[in-house]
């Protein structure tokens, strides 16, 4: 497989959203746990990074719905700060699975694989289309919050200040800049170059996720190009415990989509108020025998 394919074709894949309703999918709201399996709250983090914890977020879910075969989120109500997940209701293990994305900037969003039903654990991949955003790189939710990610983005203005085109991210002035550190994490990373030849400002995009192994190795692609690669079996991050993830996740979840909430930190910088996430033709391919 090259660095500029997915799979090849699309032979047996099924849709995982039917392009009219919700069926197969719940929503569930932004709500935190652990920092990590054993650990400490995440709310607790939050406390001794200043960040304001959120009041009563499992009363307010992102609002998700369907217009002409999209799948849309948004914050509830729109402009709120209070984030939000579409959660499948199957299970998967092994699998590829293949999204169409157009998302308004800045709109903080992404995939999550190996997701626990009912708490926040599991692997994301990252489509943080905003300023020192990482897309196609990955996130442990839960999993003592790691990041592995190739590359950063921000995004060009014209005269009047309108976003007009994705550009790489300024490491000196970055809110997040990715490290050398970010970047050994992965098995694979794509140069930020490569990507924005291929990114699609304004359009759709296709996303590509590859997903194997009980702890896996997951594979991301954006237009074709081979984005990234992490192996979460043997990666290397603070309070990351391999052993721990898999007896917390297992060797199947649920995938996830995400509307983020908004934070001290970014403030709307993370998602702008009356933002959208928007998606279609979600197809998946279980790659596994055992599908039960």
């Given at each position: ?13 099924v849709p ?25 709250a995440?709310?607790e983090?939050f ?36 984030g ?28 999550m ?12 991949v ?9 897309i ?43 490290t050398?550190?970010?970047r ?37 692609w ?25 007896a ?17 930190m970014?403030g709307?910088?993370?998602w702008?108020?009356?933002a ?13 025998e055992?599908?039960?």
């Open positions: 497989m090259s660095s500029t394919e997915g799979s090849e074709g699309d032979s047996g894949f995982l959203f039917d392009g009219i309703s919700l069926s197969g999918w719940r929503s569930v709201p932004r709500v935190y746990g652990m920092e990590y399996p054993g650990g400490p995440i709310l983090l406390d001794r990074r200043g960040i304001a914890r959120p009041v009563e977020p499992e009363k307010h879910p992102a609002h998700w719905f369907v217009v002409d075969g999209v799948l849309v989120g948004e914050q509830d109500s729109p402009g709120s700060g209070y939000g997940y579409l959660v499948t209701e199957q299970a998967y293990g092994d699998f590829e699975l293949i999204l169409e994305m157009r998302h308004d900037w800045p709109a903080d969003t992404g995939v694989v190996r997701r626990q039903r009912d708490s926040w654990e599991g692997f994301q990252l489509v943080d289309h905003r300023p020192s955003g990482g196609g790189g990955f996130f442990g939710n839960g999993l003592a919050s790691f990041s592995a990610v190739p590359f950063a983005v921000d995004v060009d203005t014209d005269a009047d200040g309108r976003p007009i085109g994705l550009i790489a991210d300024n490491p000196e002035a970055s809110v997040e800049p990715v050398e550190e970010k050994g994490r992965l098995a694979f990373a794509a140069d930020v170059d490569d990507f924005l030849k291929v990114w699609r400002w304004g359009a759709w995009n296709e996303l590509r996720i590859r997903c194997v192994g009980a702890l896996p190795v997951i594979t991301t954006v237009n074709g190009l081979k984005v990234a690669e992490l192996n979460t079996a043997t990666l290397d991050s603070p309070n990351y415990d391999p052993a721990a993830v898999l917390t996740l297992g060797d199947r979840g649920h995938i996830a989509l995400e509307v983020h909430d908004n934070d001290s970014f709307e910088a993370r702008g108020k009356g959208q996430c928007r998606w279609r033709n979600i197809r998946i391919k279980e790659l596994d055992d599908k039960a």
